[in-house]
């Protein structure tokens, strides 16, 4: 049995938000491509996993019901722009969302049966912009928070860790469980003031979610060290003393340095670097049970080699990837990390045990 799970359908490619709009369908067209050409596949690391088709239940899971029905009735009448700003939909897209919802649910499902150890959802449209109500930065549907959900509510689960290590911060995913204990949010992003506006240090949750949601916003340009760096001092302590039953991981490939859109320095490496913490941590509290949901990403040349190198550690599949030489940080950007990284510390000391 291959350990990892791939779900992808070429339904995904059907969304369309136009010609030189960054989340193209190429994005996950690059990466199947490459993941063929490294025999993940062939080799019996990974299986293709198709999702099944989606229901209205799903996505009522998070979305109030008059905003799917406008999404879908948007949809209908041929698409636009369905935000203010950059969400834009086309006749297909909406079938396509609610897919990629499926495609989510349906790599939690396997890893919860048992059928597969990991799994990474391959969709489009992202989701972790979208509220409950609203659509925002490329996403319609919440992915990540309908698996979250699917799996308290449908697979008994109390406590589950979504960890958000897109470039830009979840701000819908961070919304939806902003009161609950059930969901420990954790985002790493960069400064999140020009966008999307929340992901700052004193987000913590409220009433009962009080200390359930983490974030750790960078300056722009950072590179791997500072960035594993909080995630030792700061994320694995936290994670092993909420001890999550599963591990969600909306999986943005935009922190790369050569990102179009996103502004941090992160390398091939640090994301191989960043995913063998995750299955460590995962193997050790939660029997490795470890779904990774696509968010953002979009540097059509390194995405396929990311996704790769990911996918190999949790598959176990020995690839061998070229090492980057990614542009240094400046010293003065090292410094504030350093500095929000013992902010971060102090506020989630009222919360968590951290040395
Ligand atoms: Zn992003």
């Keep these: 049995m291959a350990t990892t799970a791939i779900i992808y359908t070429e339904k995904y490619l059907a969304h369309n938000p136009g010609r030189d709009h960054p989340e193209s369908p190429q994005r996950l067209m690059v990466i199947m491509q490459e993941l063929k050409a490294n025999g993940f596949f062939e080799k019996g690391f990974c299986s293709l996993v198709k ?3 989606g229901t209205i239940e799903d996505l009522k899971l998070v979305h109030e019901e008059d905003y799917i029905k406008l999404v ?3 949809c209908r009448a041929g698409g636009g722009v369905l935000d203010l700003g950059d969400t834009v939909v086309s006749k297909e897209s909406f079938n396509v969302a609610q897919c990629a919802v499926a495609g989510s649910l349906k790599a939690v499902n396997l890893v919860s049966k048992g059928l597969f150890h990991n799994s990474f959802a391959l969709v ?5 912009h979208a509220g409950a109500y609203y659509a925002r930065g490329f996403c319609i549907f919440n992915n990540i928070a309908i698996a979250a959900t699917h799996l308290l509510k449908r697979h008994g689960f109390k406590r589950v860790l979504i960890l958000d290590i897109d470039a830009h911060h979840g701000n819908g995913t961070q919304e939806l469980f902003y009161h609950s204990a059930n969901v420990l949010y954790v ?8 966008f999307p506006g929340t992901g ?3 987000e913590v949750g409220e009433g009962e979610g009080v200390g359930y949601t983490v974030n750790i916003p960078f300056p722009f340009r950072i590179n791997n060290a500072i960035y594993l760096e909080a995630f030792d001092q700061i994320i694995l302590p936290i994670v092993e003393q909420y001890k999550p039953q599963f591990i969600l991981v909306s999986t ?12 941090l320095g992160l390398t091939i490496h640090g994301y191989a670097e960043i995913f063998e913490r995750i299955l460590n941590v995962a193997s050790k509290l939660c029997d490795g049970k470890v779904s990774a949901i696509l968010e953002g990403g979009y540097s059509l040349i390194v995405l396929g080699k990311i996704a790769s190198a990911v996918i190999a550690k ?7 990837f070229e090492d980057e030489q990614a542009p240094k940080p400046p010293e003065q950007v090292a410094k504030r990390a350093e500095t929000i990284i013992q902010e971060v510390k102090r506020t989630q000391s009222r919360f968590w045990n951290l040395k």
């Design 51 to 53: 999702p099944e088709k």
């Design 72 to 74: 879908e009735s948007y």
């Design 124 to 128: 489009r449209p992202p989701g972790h």
């Design 187 to 194: 985002g790493l992003h960069q400064d999140p003031t020009g």
């Design 200 to 202: 700052f240090i004193d």
């Design 252 to 263: 943005g490939f935009d922190m790369h340095y050569t990102d179009p859109v996103a502004s």
């Design 314 to 320: 949790m598959s176990q599949a020995p690839l061998i």
